[in-house]
């Protein structure tokens, strides 16, 4: 089973590809996020969001684990591992435009 994941205004998406369907993380609210200002890349199996807060001049991360759930019915649940500022101090015509994850 294949798992891609998108994001909407809302809603963090899964696909499954085994029964060709999209799903939604279950569990995660991103009603806080700008997708102007966000990026998210996979960090040793979890999701890390990346944002700019431009009116403090910081950049911010979320670290999120997903699991399988569901009895019967396969679905992704979202939780929250940690969430701090990275970087104070950035410039105002900063734009972040890509981001790559790496493990060790």
């Not at 700008?34 to 431009?54: M, Q, R, Y």
């Not at 684990?65 to 019915?73: C, E, K, P, S, T």
């Not at 969430?83 to 493990?103: A, E, F, Q, R």
Request: charged share 20%; proline share 3%.
């Amino acid at each position: 089973m294949c798992f891609t994941f998108m994001i909407t205004l809302i809603f963090l998406l899964w696909y499954n590809s085994k029964e060709k369907e999209w799903g939604v993380v279950a569990g995660l609210n991103l009603n806080r996020y700008d997708s102007k200002n966000l990026t998210i890349v996979e960090c040793n199996g979890k999701l890390a969001f990346l944002w700019h807060e431009p009116e403090k001049m910081e950049i911010w991360c979320t670290m999120t684990a997903l699991r399988r759930h569901g009895d019967g019915v396969v679905g992704v649940q979202g939780r929250v591992e940690w969430s701090n500022c990275l970087l104070s101090d950035v410039p105002p015509d900063y734009k972040m435009i890509h981001c790559l994850g790496g493990t060790d």
